[in-house]
């Protein structure tokens, strides 16, 4: 049994934790952790998975702005998402990502934008961001730069840079 929920203020060492022990390093951890100090934090696209009681898993989808050639289109960052070791391959992640889109488009939101596995997040309707027209101010393989249209047509015409918060800087 799998609960997905969004976090509460004595989730945060789990989470923590979580992103620590799945990237085996401290960036991610740390990210989380300004991003949660930021204005724009959205508490609501901050989610953990619980299985008996524990923090097994978390998804973070944060604020950033296309920039446009008329200005700035806003979409979010889905980073980062981490499962513990233990518990990965037994559909948490899947089970946070469909959960987080959801509650991205009950909020309003249109357009999600991730780097990462290329064999994951197709799969739940990610595609290649640059043949979307969009691009991102640092080296990121085609194959691993996404984007998803929660709204249909979201992207029509649209070409700009991902500009993302300085809390995403060396991570
Ligand atoms: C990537 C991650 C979040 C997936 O979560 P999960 O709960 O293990 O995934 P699920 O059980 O929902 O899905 C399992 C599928 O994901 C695939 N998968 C798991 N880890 C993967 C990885 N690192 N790269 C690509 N695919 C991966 C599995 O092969 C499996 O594929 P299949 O369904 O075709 O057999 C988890 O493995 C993790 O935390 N990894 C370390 C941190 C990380 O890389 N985060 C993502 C950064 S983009």
């Known amino acids: 049994m799998i609960t997905i929920r969004p976090e509460r203020e004595e989730d945060y060492a789990a989470i923590g934790e979580v992103n620590r022990v799945a990237f085996g390093r401290e ?9 949660r100090k930021s204005v724009n934090f959205i508490p609501e696209l901050s989610l953990v998975a619980v299985k008996d009681g524990s923090v097994v898993g978390h998804i973070l989808f ?14 979010l960052a889905l980073a980062p998402l981490a499962v513990r070791p233990e518990y ?21 939101h249109k357009v999600i934008v991730v780097v990462g596995h290329p064999e994951y997040y197709p799969r739940f309707g990610f595609s290649s961001a640059r043949a979307k027209g969009l691009e991102v101010p640092f080296p990121a393989p085609d194959e691993a730069f996404m984007a998803l249209e929660l709204v249909s047509g979201a992207l029509d015409g649209i070409a700009g840079l991902v500009i993302y918060p300085a809390a995403f800087d060396g991570v």
Do not use: T
């Open 27 to 35: 960036n991610e951890a740390r990210l989380v952790g300004n991003l």
């Open 62 to 75: 944060s604020p950033i702005a296309i920039q446009v050639s008329n200005g700035n289109l806003p979409a």
């Open 88 to 108: 990965q391959n037994q559909g948490f992640g899947s089970a946070l990502v469909r959960h987080g889109l959801r509650q991205c488009r009950d909020l309003g």
